[in-house]
């Protein structure tokens, strides 16, 4: 049997992926959907080259439009770096046929992360970078 090829944000499957080096075990993955679908587990953080653990991110809007950046320190951007590795993800995985990420993530947040104004304050709420970006590619994948 072909299983749908999935990806799962890491940290809902229990690594410890997370800025702060804890993870969102969601049992439910784990435990029941993993018979039914072929699972890759990806973190966008990792993956671009932020290390565990590390400083918090934010999605901004300026001048340039989207960017992913440290809350800290702005001047520290990872745009391109996350750039990089959703091609890096859409060429090594061409039968992606959904993906399940972690909610107000700034990489992973669906609908619900919160995206800043120059003056770092809270101005809507979209889409994380990483998914954004996958979205721009594959406009009618399943996304939970």
């Not at 749908?4 to 944000?9: A, E, K, N």
């Not at 784990?30 to 400083?55: A, H, N, Q």
């Not at 995985?93 to 104004?117: E, F, L, W």
Request: proline fraction near 6%; charged fraction near 25%; include cysteine.
């Amino acid at each position: 049997m072909i299983l749908p090829q999935i990806i799962f944000s890491s940290c809902l499957m229990g690594e410890k992926v997370r800025h702060d080096g804890q993870h969102k075990l969601c049992s439910f993955i784990t435990d029941y959907l993993e018979e039914y679908v072929k699972p890759v587990s990806i973190c966008p953080e990792i993956g671009c080259g932020m290390s565990v653990p590390r400083p918090p991110i934010q999605v901004a809007h300026g001048a340039m439009g989207l960017r992913l950046r440290q809350v800290e320190d702005e001047r520290v951007d990872y745009s391109l770096d996350m750039e990089r590795f959703v091609s890096k993800t859409t060429e090594s995985y061409r039968q992606i046929s959904g993906m399940v990420m972690k909610a107000q993530s700034p990489s992973c947040g669906i609908h619900d992360t919160p995206i800043v104004n120059e003056k770092n304050r809270s101005v809507q709420y979209g889409s994380g970078y990483f998914v954004r970006l996958m979205r721009e590619r594959h406009p009618y994948m399943a996304l939970m």
